[in-house]
């Protein structure tokens, strides 16, 4: 079938105006009017019809244009009653007049919108110069390059060559389009000619290769930020970068290294530009890939204790099937411990000839000798991560196969095994940084007052699980089994006991202790105790395994016991699906070493979080994930589909796994018929309350009538997620990597009410626009402590005031600027600059500093636009500075009433007591003082991150002054004066060692 030609230039766009459609015409009073819209064949006006209006009227001049706005950045659009309806992604806006009026409109699809607004940008742009768009097309660099590319293929330069030489010679340029493709693409081009061969002209090359090798959605990119020049250079680049790609330090040499390295015409490298061809391949490079480099190494701090850390772990690492049916693999170990598993587990039992086995169980089949699995692992242990790795060993051997055990451990682990006796003096285990390169044995232990060669201790397996579910527990004596003294000596810091309640754990349980939960048990304490058991989980290692009940060794959500805090989750390595597939992601997040630092809130010994949290965490800042999804590339056809043969109808569902209040999962329309590059061009907002325990999953299904099936996905932690234009690779149903196959986002992270890029686990302010929220405090029953937190409560509603008022002021003037909220600041200056300009194109304001502030000061008389946005500008800047200015001052106040309270924190107890608190209203009474604790300490660091934020926003807005030409020295880079003043900002506000900010 003829395929649908796609836009691959400016005259492209043009054609599809002047032929016309309809688009929906929006006013303020929640009115909508259907208009069919064309250029003039002249392109000199744009009309539209039915009007009231009379012909000559009913048209706006291409020189009256001022500016093209995407999405609903208008006051029309934003007073519309009808404005929810209608999609970000269809609307756009025509600014035209001295006074900047908007003609709004919304077109069928996102594509229709992206032609409309791309090709009106190119008129606006050349609406000074004489228009020849069909002999310009001619004539582009990209031209020049298949030219040279034919040519040198032509070996016998007649212009002509055989099909396979250039369906070879395209294949060769873009690695990832199918031959099949390539050969109907050029059969579809001759018979449009009504010629039948098996022989290209280099015209018809071309016309096959811009065909098959233009992206729409990148050459509508490109066009946008190269200002319709249809290449970018260096110039454009850096702004590209800086602006939408949220990269910092971007210099102009960089920008050329880029060009050079991805464009593939020789003119584009020596001239330094990068054209359409060159900016894809850049796109789909391993730099604009959505994962944060920065993160494929050890990233977080690795000296805390073990049980700040969660900690990749395996259940039944021996299996590479089912739990009932495999049988036992040394694959099994391979595949985890190359994957960064840092807990395995070896279920061993008595083998012939006295030599331990570890097997299956269940089946009792092919079992591995216990020798050959752990020199495996001794071979393996650190080639994937240097941190410590968990043995949890289920001993099921009598005494004469232990002491073998006891003696090829020793023979092949030797120093590696920790064995250092815990201190009593301690109170928290060893950090995985002081554990490097240790091998770690969990398991039962002998009593230390026994000074005996074996004896008896409780059996803490899943079958003694499984006998206690089916007995009377409360009569039934806990299984006993035989241990040796050498065996039990191994154990050091990963004692195994059993759980019986919190109270009795925190009163008895020592730190080097560790207890094991099924998942029904683990699941309960969760939803009746989660306090506790995050409290839990500060101090001691828990480890969750899978119900008995999965004999399909099926696997649970990883997420639920994360959110409690709990460290070893152990997973069915394998079996892969969804959940697997969040446990893989989960663990690239710091460098794949197997351990990731929990968030903080989960981790200090005075804070409150309860997993069952309704919405905001005290002390954390709600962030919104924006996603666009633009389109998918080379989707596969499902694994076993045949119904429909080559034939697919993609969709993508975004799924964001957190703590209960973030979970949410939305879709894209279905795309028909469309495998190779379907645009979806959607865009969705999720709100995060905890960032930090946040998961986002791409996953792309095939729409079908019988089952939806599945094409591909990938799972990545937000802390990991880069903003801006990105690929995504997806992942195949086992987790590997797909060649090709990739979905393009556009990714912004605000604040909960937008206001620009958030810091790296920051803590930005909250915008309530129209009620304002304050955090809480509560009242602890025990007045001198409740004295001190009344306090904090204005220096709390101070600090909140401040930091909402500065983004209601940047948001102010993005929308004034006609940018959602998701622009950067950088951004609202590059539009200004082409607002702030007289008729002869010099600026009508100037940077002028005042106490080293970025103020615009007007050069002569401003239009009545003008002076709005400067209005705007100005208090943007005044609630900056004072937030900047008085924050210390604040921060102080909040932190004195921080630490005022934590003196009560040793006596809580028993000046309760003293007041006549018991049990229940002790509880709470302590449950509350921890919730203030968090809450000073959160406010805090929200206020210091505010400031720091302010300043870095003050720094940027005087860098982008400058490169608009909006200074008195004129354009180019910042002189020294302006460097100087950059560095006062940074001297006069940035912290001193007593932990003023």
Known sequence: MPSEKKISSASDCISFMQAGCELKKVRPNSRIYNRFFTLDPDLQALRWEPSKKDLDKAKLDISALKEIRLGKNTETFRNNGLADQISEDCAFSIIHGENYDSLDLVANSADVTNIWVSGLRYLISRSKQPLDLIESNQNTPRLAWLRSVFEAADIDGNGIMLEDTAVELIKKLNSALKESKIRLKFKEIQRSKEKLTTRVTQEEFYEAYTELCTRPEVYFLLVQISKNKESLDANDLMLFLEAEQGLAHITEEMCLDIIRRYEFSEEGRLKGFLAIDGFTQYLLSPECDIFDPAHRKVVQDMTQPLSHYYINASHNTYLIEDQVRGPADINGYIRALKMSCRSIELDVCNGPNMEPVICNRYTMTSPLPFRCVIEVINKLAFVSSEYPLILCLGNHCSIQQQKVMVQQMKKIFGPKLYIDTPSPSETYLPSPEKLKMKIIIKGKKLPCSQNVLEGEVTDEDEEAEVSRKVSDESV?????????????????????????????????????????????????????????????????????????????????????????????????????????????????????????????????????????????????????????????????????????????????????????????????????????????????????????????????????????EFIGQYAIPLECVQSGYRHVPLRSFVGDIMEHVTLFVHIAITNRSGGGKAQKRSLTGRIGKKTREYTMLRNVGLKMIDDIFKLAVHPLEEATDMRENMQNGILSVKELCGLPPISSLKQCILTLSSRLVNSDNSPSVSLCLKDNFPYLEPLGTLTDVQKKVLAAYELMIQESRFLIETADTIYDKIVQCQKAGMEFHEELHNLGNKEGLKERKLSKASESFAWNITVLKGQGDLLKNAKNEAIENMKQIQLACLSCGLSKTGSGNPDAKSKRSLEAIEEKDTSDENGRL
């Open 476 to 708: 039934r004596e806990p299984k006993m089994t035989w241990l040796c003294k050498g065996l039990s000596d191994f154990v050091a810091i990963c004692k195994s006991i059993r759980f019986t309640d919190f109270e009795t754990s925190m009163k008895s349980q020592n730190y080097w202790e560790i207890c094991s939960f099924s998942e029904p048990e683990a699941s309960r304490i969760a939803n009746e105790y989660p306090e506790d058991f995050v409290n839990y989980n500060k101090k001691f290692l828990s480890r969750i395994y899978p119900s008995t009940m999965r004999i399909d060794s099926s696997n649970f959500s990883p997420q639920d016991f994360w959110n409690c805090g709990c460290q070893i989750v152990a997973m069915n390595y394998q079996t892969p699906g969804p959940m697997m597939d969040l446990h893989t992601g989960w663990f690239l997040q710091n460098g794949g070493c197997g351990y990731v630092l929990r968030p903080s809130v989960m981790r200090e010994e005075v804070s409150y979080f309860s997993a069952n949290t309704k919405g905001i965490v005290p002390g954390v800042s709600p962030q919104v994930l924006h996603v666009k999804i633009i389109s998918g590339q080379n989707f596969p056809k499902p694994k076993g589909a045949c119904a429909k043969g080559d034939i697919l109808d993609p969709y993508v569902c975004i799924e964001v796994h957190g703590i209960p209040a973030d979970c949410a999962e939305q879709r894209t329309k279905t795309v028909q018929q469309n495998s190779d590059n379907p645009i979806f061009d959607e865009s969705f907002e999720f709100q995060i309350n905890l960032p930090e325990l946040a998961m986002i999953r791409f996953v792309v299904l095939d729409d079908d009538y019988i089952g939806d």
